[in-house]
C-alpha cells in the first residue's frame, strides 16, 4: 500500500493546476531507510536546498521534511523515500509567482528486490542514443523533468542492457540513465563534471569527499572508455554497481570497485 503526504496530509492527489504537473517546475530527491532510519539524510537536504536556491522554490524546513519521511516509513523497515517539491501557483503561464511557497508530496515505497544482487555481479550496459541537452541553469540539480531518462530507458528495451551511458552533444560522458559513472584508470576515479547536465548524486558526493585524493571530475569524452580499468555507477537506491560491459568492450569487476563498495557498505552500518 502507498504511504504518501501532501503537506503533511493523507493524501495522494496535487490539484490539476499545480506547477510540477504541468510544468516539471519542481524537485525531487529518492532516499533510502534503513533500519527505519534515512541514510545520508543530510547529503540530500544540502543538493535539496541547493536546487531550491537555483529555481528559488521555497524550501521546507528540514525537521517538517525529517517528521514526513519518518511518518510515511512507520512500521517499514527498509524503503525508499520520495520526496517531491513543486512551486505553487494557480495562474496559467510560465512566468512564477514572486515569493511563491512550495508544495511538498512525501511517499513511501517497498524497497526493490534485487539491489544486493546487482552490486554483486554488476550490469551490463550499452550507450544511449539520446544525448542530454546542455543546460547549465540546469546542470547538477535533480529537477523534475526527467523526459530525457524517460526516452533513453525505452531505448534499452530488447537490449540485453540493464542499464544506458548517456553522452552529452558532444560526445562527452555523463552519467548511466539512473545513476552516475566512475571510471577507473591506473587507480584513479574519474567522473564527469556535471556544471551543464546531469545530476550530483549523493553518492557520487559522498566517493567525491572521502577519496579526495584519488578523485578528478573533468570532461570526459566517450572514448575514455577504452582506457579505464574498471567502470561503476552508483546512486543511493543501488549503491556502487560495477559495469560489466559497454556495448561489446567487456570489463573485470576490478579491486578499486570491492574496495568501495566496501567502504560504503561500512560507512551505511555506522550511519
Known sequence: MLECLVNGEISTFVTVTNRGLNYADGLFE???????????????MDRLGAGCERLDI??????????????????????VVKIVLTRDGQERGYLPARDSTS???????????????????GVR???CDLRLAIQPALGGIKHLNRLEQVLASAELRDTG?????????????????????FLVVEDRLLT??????????????????????RCEQRRLLVDMFQEADEVFICNSVRGIVPVTAIDNQEFEIG?????????????????
Open 58 to 79: 521555497n524550501m521546507p524546513p528540514q525537521a517538517v521534511l525529517l517528521r514526513e519521511v519518518q511518518t510515511v516509513s512507520a512500521g517499514m523497515v527498509d524503503a
Open 192 to 213: 564527469p563534471r556535471l556544471d551543464r547536465c546531469g545530476v550530483r548524486g549523493v553518492v557520487r558526493a559522498s566517493i567525491l569527499a572521502g577519496f579526495t585524493a
Open 103 to 121: 508544495t511538498r508530496i512525501v511517499s513511501a515505497h517497498l524497497f526493490p528486490e534485487g539491489a544486493d544482487e546487482l552490486a554483486r555481479k
Open 161 to 181: 542492457a540493464e542499464e544506458g551511458i548517456l553522452l552529452d552533444p558532444e560526445d562527452h560522458i555523463i552519467s548511466a540513465v539512473s545513476a552516475n559513472i
Open 30 to 44: 529518492t532516499l533510502v531507510i534503513r533500519n527505519g532510519r534515512p541514510l545520508r539524510w543530510q547529503g540530500h
Open 125 to 127: 550496459t550499452r550507450i
Open 255 to 271: 579491486l578499486v570497485t570491492r574496495e568501495l563498495q566496501t567502504w560504503l557498505q561500512e560507512g551505511t552500518r555506522m550511519a
